[in-house]
């Protein structure tokens, strides 16, 4: 009877070790290389929001792209032709619906356009708010000219007065969440940068 009752026990106090021993392993092996395909990500990201192309897509080619044109400052990413400071890329963030929304947006060096959008994370609804990530939505804010735009108000959507991109038609709450926090981080890197 003693024998029936304690051998389950061992027997899954095993197995869990086991396997315990064989997720850390993977976990510690493979840590370099999801590091590697993070930065990656990010990297072709940052050039993304730039309007960067790269002819050469692979690891080597896209960090050596990356060093060339972009150096970080303070969480800045800066875009540089030469001596010429092309632009500037800074996080946003805010809540969406079901989480938090991280990305970057892209600030020419004069202040007055917004070059571009990217989003690095996201869990908003496949097909509603998750198109937040797609071409048609970002597109919207490639070379955005905001040097007329109000205190604060850099992104509004269409129909409303000054209206200069379209919300996503089904995802109310996140498009005015990404307005809303843009807006909000766009507005304090601004008085950041011009001292006010």
């Not at 209206?163 to 304090?188: C, E, P, Q, R, Y």
Request: hydrophobic content about 40%.
């Amino acid at each position: 009877m003693k024998k029936t009752f304690w051998y389950p026990i061992v027997f899954m106090a095993l197995l869990t070790a086991i396997f315990t021993f064989v997720l850390a392993y993977m976990d510690y092996s493979t840590a370099e290389r999801v590091a590697a395909n993070e930065e990656y990500e990010l990297q072709t990201k940052i050039l993304y929001v730039f309007d960067i192309d790269f002819e050469d897509s692979s690891v080597e080619g896209v960090d050596r792209l990356f060093n060339e044109k972009i150096t970080l400052e303070d969480d800045v990413y800066i875009y540089q032709e030469g001596d010429s400071i092309e632009g500037y890329a800074f996080p946003v963030a805010g809540s969406g619906l079901w989480g938090s929304i991280v990305g970057y947006v892209g600030i020419s060096e004069d202040y007055s356009t917004i070059l571009g959008l990217t989003f690095t994370q996201q869990s908003e609804t496949p097909g509603l708010g998750g198109r937040i990530e797609e071409e048609d939505f970002l597109s919207q804010f490639r070379e955005l000219d905001i040097s007329e735009s109000s205190q604060g108000e850099y992104v509004v959507y269409n129909p409303a007065p000054g209206g200069n991109v379209d919300a996503i038609a089904g995802a109310t709450l996140t498009s005015k969440s990404v307005a809303n926090f843009m807006n909000d981080d766009i507005h304090s890197f601004l008085q950041e940068r011009r001292g006010e």
